[in-house]
Antibody
Framework: EVQLVESGGHLVQPGGSLRLSCAAS????????MNWVRQAPGKGLEWLSY????????YYADSVKGRFTISRDNAKNSLYLQTNSLRAEDTAVYYC???????????WGQGTLVTVSS | DIQMTQSPSTLSASVGDRVTITCRAS??????LAWYQQKPGKAPKLLIY???SLESGVPSRFSGSGSGTEFTLTISSLQPDDFATYYC?????????FGQGTKVEFK
């Protein structure tokens, strides 16, 4: 069974940093590209970042470019999102999402909540 | 950037109703369109991909159609488990833009 389990979200002050993690199991992690998607409270879904299977190709949404860094460790079956210079508008549930070979966002984690507030 | 617009934002329906949700793209996306269902406090669940392909395990009462800029999600006979928020999404190999969502609620 495919499982994606996010962790690392909590309350942080504006300007602070957090490292989000996603532990993958039930599939060959190194064979799949991965994404981060977030959802602000009561709002819609926003794609944030993409990383290829090897980590050699990375993309970001304009809203987080220069502040967030995606990475992966295929030996540890883990995906990461380093979030810096956090703002109130970054408050959201952050989801780790697998991309299928057909480019679908086919499996989602349960999400981890990041709250940016003083 | 491609914008996705769903209508309606809220839909009131009863069990057994046929429900249709529309999604429009600001430019042609061919058939690179997916539909998701999300329940409160849960992650989105993929229902339809490539505009009309049913994801494995999804009931056949869900169907998708369209290409280019106009797409439709249809639930042929609404079931109690289907009351949720539905999102369309255009996607490519690295990103995806979501519509604002359509909440299907009890009439």
């Amino acid at each position: 069974e495919v499982q994606l389990v996010e962790s690392g979200g909590h309350l942080v002050q504006p300007g602070g940093s957090l490292r989000l993690s996603c532990a993958a199991s039930g599939f060959t992690f190194s064979s799949y590209s991965m994404n981060w998607v977030r959802q602000a409270p009561g709002k819609g879904l926003e794609w944030l970042s993409y990383i290829s299977t090897s980590g050699g190709t990375i993309y970001y949404a304009d809203s987080v470019k220069g502040r967030f860094t995606i990475s992966r460790d295929n030996a540890k079956n883990s995906l990461y999102l380093q979030t810096n210079s956090l703002r109130a508008e970054d408050t959201a549930v952050y989801y780790c999402v697998r991309r299928s070979s057909d480019w679908n966002f086919d499996y989602w984690g349960q999400g981890t909540l990041v709250t940016v507030s003083s | 950037d491609i914008q996705m617009t769903q209508s309606p934002s809220t839909l009131s329906a009863s069990v057994g109703d046929r429900v249709t949700i529309t999604c429009r793209a600001s430019q042609s996306i061919s058939s690179w369109l997916a539909w998701y269902q999300q329940k409160p406090g849960k992650a989105p669940k993929l229902l339809i991909y490539k505009a009309s392909s049913l994801e494995s395990g999804v009931p056949s009462r869900f169907s998708g159609s369209g290409s280019g800029t106009e797409f439709t999600l249809t639930i042929s006979s609404l079931q109690p488990d289907d009351f949720a928020t539905y999102y369309c999404q255009q996607y490519n190999f690295y990103s995806g833009t979501f519509g604002q969502g359509t909440k299907v609620e009890f009439k």
